[in-house]
């Protein structure tokens, strides 16, 4: 599964690149992100918190995702990687960030390559992702 999703926001591509080169902010606008938190150590890893309730039913999933990719202020990039040397299905976040007119253009890109993807957790997350466009913008209008 690969989503891809842009918008244009009313700020500096800086302004916006601090937002999303930090999952730990991820919470502040990303409702499903329950919770991010940095673990240190030689390359910058989250250990993040996922939660989506779809009616009655609700799902929780950690993930350490640790960025692989960071050339400020245009793109990032942000890979599940476990240190348990099992095998886990692929997490990948991106984020590119470009001028624009009125300020900025967010692409982001969510590939998640398990098995147990539905087309319910499709329609949730592209709700989330709906919402998510305006707790950004607030945030960054704030």
Not at 19 to 37: K, M, T, Y
Not at 56 to 72: C, N, Y
Not at 80 to 105: F, I, K, Q
Request: aromatic content about 6%; glycine content about 6%; overall charge negative.
């Amino acid at each position: 599964m690969e989503l891809v999703e842009t918008v244009e926001l009313r700020a500096q591509p800086a302004a916006v690149f601090a937002i999303v080169e930090d999952l730990g902010r991820c919470p502040e606008w990303l409702s499903i992100v329950s919770r991010a938190n940095r673990i240190e150590g030689d390359e910058p890893a989250w250990m993040v918190d996922l939660r989506g309730r779809i009616g009655p039913l609700s799902r929780a999933k950690r993930l350490r995702m640790q960025r692989t990719e960071h050339r400020p202020p245009f793109h990032v990039r942000f890979e599940r990687v476990e240190p348990d040397g099992r095998s886990h299905s692929p997490w990948v976040l991106d984020a590119a960030v470009a001028p624009a007119t009125d300020g900025s253009e967010l692409t982001m890109t969510l590939h998640y390559g398990g098995a147990l993807w539905v087309p319910m957790l499709d329609r949730m997350l592209r709700q989330e992702i709906e919402g998510s466009r305006v707790r950004l913008a607030e945030l960054l209008s704030a």
